[in-house]
């Protein structure tokens, strides 16, 4: 089973830490304490990977931030699953959505305490709002006029409330979304960046921060990871404190970002690390996409009329895909494009195309199978 989920760890996965935080596990490297490795080159990318190590980051980037060879890095990531350190994930970006892991509910009971203990303290003063939706209202407005449909707490409400949050949509989920012209039904689980907004208490969360199909940074963890460009430091990604993305030990001891003298102390954030240890405690899994061939297909050359290039580029993507075995919602489209070397661009017109033409369909489901 170990080998098994060795060999599905791909460039564009992250690393969550459910029980230490990187920092620990480069502490324990560093003082001889976690002897996890023999080899010299597997113990050198440690110490290069794991002080770049952040949830919103995939293995490549992390590899062009480490200044590492991407087979290094994997090699270091693979022995950190193997070694039951880490677990690999999408990376946690708004856009993602998430269900309830089988069993939640026990694990849910198990986990309660190192949850709080995680928590608790780093969230005493954020105000956490749920149930129901907002009431409108202007800025000057008293919070509890703001939003007195809903129920708030004062620190970390339990961890039902929470999971309830990020994995249940109070609206209806039949609804039709649309994006970049393509056609996605709205599951009943609400993308984390709407959870974040809803416990947040925003009244007016976004939609969608990005296109569903794709992570924060597709270059680099699809099909242009293989010939991608460093990303600028002054982009979004660069700009983001990373300090809230290490992830707290849920023995309740203190954070990387807390050993730095620096607290998640606003709402959102907290939020965020929290979905990051439900996740990384399998307590709740993505929802992901996948493609399905909604009708048989026939060549658009059959009536003598050749069809634009364009279109023959699609219908040529379309057969190899389905020949592939991956039109039948058995392979999500991350996976599809890192095994096709597709980038966004390509995968998000392929896409368009097949709805347009009513060839495909997108299907939001957990992946049971892992296959990732």
């Known amino acids: 089973a170990a080998e098994k989920q060795q060999n599905l760890i791909r460039p564009y996965h992250t690393l969550l830490f459910p029980n230490s ?31 770049h190590m952040q949830p919103r980051k995939s293995l490549h980037e992390i590899a062009w931030d480490a200044g590492l060879s991407l087979p ?32 939640v509910v026990s694990k849910m009971s198990s986990l309660a305490l190192p949850f709080w203990q995680s928590f608790g303290v780093r969230s005493k003063h954020c105000k956490f709002y749920w149930g129901g939706e907002t009431a409108g209202g202007s800025e000057d407005t008293d919070d509890d006029t703001t939003l007195r449909e ?13 999971v309830s949050a990020l994995t249940t949509s109070v609206e209806d989920g039949s609804a039709i979304m649309q994006n970049n012209g393509n056609r996605v039904n ?14 947040s208490g925003v009244d007016e969360p976004t939609l969608n921060d990005a296109s569903p199909h794709y992570q924060h ?16 430091p002054n982009s979004a990604m660069g700009n983001m404190n990373p300090l809230h993305l290490n992830l707290p030990s849920s023995r309740g001891g203190i954070s990387a970002s807390a050993s730095s003298g620096v607290f998640d102390t606003t709402t ?19 929802v992901k996409d996948f493609l399905v061939a909604a009708e048989a297909f026939h060549d658009s050359c059959t009536d ?69």
């Not at 709205?186 to 416990?199: K, R, Y």
């Not at 096709?340 to 939001?364: S, Y």
């Open 21 to 51: 935080s990187p920092s620990e596990v480069l502490k324990g490297l560093m003082d001889g304490v976690n002897d996890m490795t023999t080899s010299p080159s597997i113990s050198h990318s440690l110490r290069r990977i794991l002080p």
């Open 72 to 103: 290094y890095v994997m090699d270091a990531a693979n022995l950190l699953v193997q070694s039951g350190i880490c677990v690999a994930v999408m990376p946690v970006l708004r856009k993602n959505r998430y269900a309830c892991a089988d069993g």
């Open 150 to 162: 809903r129920n708030f707490s004062v620190g970390a409400p339990h961890v039902f409330v929470i």
């Open 186 to 199: 709205v599951s009943s689980s609400p993308t984390l960046g709407q959870a974040i907004d809803s416990l």
């Open 217 to 232: 940074s597709d270059n680099f963890q699809y099909g242009e990871s293989r010939h991608v460009l460093r990303q600028s």
């Open 268 to 286: 959102d954030e907290i939020v965020y690390s929290m979905a990051v240890w439900l996740i990384a405690n399998k307590i709740i899994v993505e």
């Open 304 to 372: 003598g009329n050749k069809p634009p290039d364009a279109v023959l580029s699609e219908e040529s993507l379309y057969h190899e895909l389905l020949h592939s075995g991956c039109l039948n919602g058995t392979k999500s489209i991350p996976a599809i494009c890192y095994q096709f070397g597709l980038d966004r661009f390509r995968i998000e017109k392929f896409i368009a195309w097949g709805q347009r033409t009513n060839k495909l369909e997108i299907v939001r489901r957990v992946d049971v199978s892992n296959e990732t």
